[in-house]
């Protein structure tokens, strides 16, 4: 396996270790948590949509990280391995 796909892998399940704990705490709620990941998939679409050498493919690719950590803020990570997660975000993208 590509190094790079398991220090994404790593930073993935850090983070939406980080976003759960900010979950629990009370610093901030679910809907929060969605909502900015919904504005910077957004923010990414449009700034990456003038780009003519992007393919689907590749969008697909560089939003990956974020609708990881939307699936996995909606689906209780700390039961869900990466893979099961990952399948998630394959499933939701057809």
Same mark, same amino acid.
């Given at each position: 396996?590509?190094? &790079?796909?398991? +220090?994404?892998?790593?930073?993935?399940?850090?983070? =939406?270790?980080?976003?759960? #704990?900010?979950?629990?705490?009370?610093?901030l %709620?679910? +809907?929060?948590?969605?909502? !900015? #990941?919904?504005? &910077? /998939?957004? %923010?990414? /679409?449009?700034?990456? !949509?003038? =780009?003519? /050498? #992007?393919? =689907?493919?590749?969008?697909? !690719?560089? $939003?990956?990280?974020?609708?990881?950590?939307?699936?996995?803020? %909606? !689906? &209780?990570?700390? +039961?869900?391995?990466? =893979? +099961?997660?990952? &399948?998630?975000?394959?499933e939701? $993208?057809?």
């Amino acid at each position: 396996m590509n190094t &790079a796909n398991l +220090q994404l892998e790593g930073l993935l399940v850090a983070t =939406s270790s980080i976003l759960e #704990l900010l979950r629990r705490k009370g610093l901030l %709620n679910e +809907q929060e948590i969605l909502d !900015a #990941l919904h504005a &910077a /998939e957004a %923010n990414l /679409e449009d700034r990456l !949509a003038d =780009s003519p /050498e #992007l393919r =689907s493919a590749h969008m697909d !690719a560089v $939003k990956f990280p974020i609708r990881f950590l939307l699936a996995a803020t %909606n !689906a &209780a990570p700390e +039961q869900l391995s990466f =893979s +099961q997660i990952t &399948a998630l975000v394959g499933e939701a $993208k057809r």
